[in-house]
């Protein structure tokens, strides 16, 4: 894997934009995936109310954070994420996956300007980008989960899995691990 890839997947500390204190908050769901598949890197949340979820910290800005952390999680409505694009660049923030919609998905003119506004700001910026409208990405060989779907851990391999469609890619590794189950056992 090439290097300027590795925070996506090695991420030594990550924080997650629209992460609030509510507990119903549907970013918990990404704190609990970390957590159940094991993750033992920090986690941050920023949100305009300041708390925790789930033991995790709620800061309203980068610049309260203890440090600077490896890999951003924007999980706001789409809308927020050139701002917070702009935000990451000038805290040093290079590595960011949009799980947020409202994008070219839409159709609609005013997310075709908004992913242009996104693919803009990442070209002047130089920042690295995956997504939007997708459900960032997971390493089972450190526990790293950040889809704000609820997920249990494949079994760790030697395979990677790539896929453009959450909807399609996030019901494969378990199925690819009952497999792997059958080939051992028979």
């Not at 920023?46 to 925790?52: D, F």
């Not at 924007?74 to 935000?87: C, V």
């Amino acid at each position: 894997m090439k290097k300027e890839f590795d925070q996506f997947f090695n991420a030594r500390s990550v924080v997650i934009f629209g992460l609030s204190p509510n507990p119903s908050n549907l970013a918990r769901n990404i704190i609990s995936n970390c957590k159940r598949w094991g993750y033992t890197g920090k986690i941050f949340g920023l949100s305009p109310t300041a708390g925790e979820n789930d033991g995790v910290p709620i800061f309203t800005s980068l610049d309260q954070l203890p440090e600077k952390p490896d890999l951003a999680l924007i999980f706001t409505r789409g809308a927020l994420a050139p701002e917070i694009l702009l935000d990451c660049a000038r805290h040093g923030i290079r590595h960011i996956a949009i799980s947020s919609a409202g994008f070219e998905e839409t159709g609609k003119p005013e997310g075709i300007e908004l992913a242009e506004q996104v693919k803009k700001i990442c070209g002047e910026k130089n920042l690295l980008v995956v997504g939007p409208n997708g459900i960032a990405t997971a390493n089972t060989q450190n526990g790293l989960a950040l889809s704000f779907m609820p997920l249990d851990r494949p079994p760790s391999g030697k395979i990677a899995f790539l896929s453009q469609s959450g909807g399609v890619g996030t019901p494969f590794p378990p199925k690819c691990s009952l497999t792997r189950s059958r080939w051992e056992n028979s």
